[in-house]
């Protein structure tokens, strides 16, 4: 099974400021490797998928990159509604997909 | 848009099986472009995935969970259901259903229920 590290495990930043948070896996998932945020008791929301594609509806200050085993997701200039966790999630090497543990991205 | 919803007991015993219901509006189960899956969340933990199905019934399930998992389909109630067996205070988590695509090869799952959680307690 792949394991996905996240990090930092907290970040804090102000609104309007740039935040990056970083994904490893433990083996190449090539760029097969998915971005979510979740707010407090709602489900989590598909922000990237193939490492860099934005999904549908999802703000261009959303930004993926990376392949193999690290990854990075950038949010260009944070608003209020992106303080949440962000999980990253490989579908590579499956059964079973799996995800990280989790940024929780504060002000 | 579709909208998934989840079902079910909010408590079960240890030892007994976890039944929990998804029931799709705005799309239908019988799909050949998509696939249903079951994801959990126990408290204070990352994401698990518990497995998927597709209406032709094509499953893939967790191989840490596989031996006490069923996922199936009720395509006359537009829903499909998760049973896992044998429970304990491990599986107390919220349990999400959502929908992915389906094509031989790993998607992310896009449209995502709201969760519900089930507490495993005697």
């Known amino acids: 099974e792949i394991v996905m590290t996240q990090s930092p495990a907290t970040l804090s930043v102000s609104p309007g400021e740039r935040a990056t948070l970083s994904c490893r896996a433990s083996?190449?998932?090539?760029?097969?490797l998915a971005w979510y945020h979740q707010k407090p008791g709602q489900a989590p929301r598909l922000l990237i998928y193939?490492?860099?594609t934005r999904a549908a509806a999802v703000p261009d200050r959303f930004s993926g990159s990376g392949s193999g085993t690290e990854f990075t997701l950038t949010i260009s200039s944070l608003q209020s509604e992106d303080f949440a966790v962000y999980y990253c999630?490989?579908?590579?090497?499956?059964?079973?997909?799996?995800f990280g543990q989790g940024t929780n991205l504060e002000i | 848009q579709v909208q998934l919803q989840e079902s079910g007991p909010g408590l079960v015993k240890p030892s007994e099986t976890l039944s929990l219901a998804c029931t799709v509006s705005?799309?239908?189960?019988?799909?050949?472009?998509?696939?249903w899956n079951w994801i959990r969340q126990p408290p204070g933990k990352r994401l698990e995935w518990i497995g998927y199905?597709?209406?032709?019934?094509?499953?893939n399930y967790n191989p840490s969970l596989k031996s006490r998992v069923t996922i199936s389909v009720d395509t006359s109630k537009n829903q499909f259901s998760l049973k896992l067996t044998s429970v304990t205070a491990a599986d107390t988590a919220v349990y999400f259903c959502?929908?992915?695509?389906?094509?031989?090869?790993?998607?992310?799952?896009?449209?995502w229920g709201q969760g519900t959680l089930v507490t495993v307690s005697s």
């Open positions: 999630q490989q579908y590579s090497n499956w059964p079973p997909y799996t």
């Open positions: 199905i597709h209406h032709s019934g094509s499953t």
């Open positions: 705005g799309g239908s189960v019988i799909s050949d472009t998509f696939c």
């Open positions: 959502a929908r992915g695509y389906y094509d031989g090869s790993g998607h992310p799952p896009g449209e």
């Open positions: 193939g490492a860099s």
């Open positions: 083996q190449s998932v090539s760029r097969n």
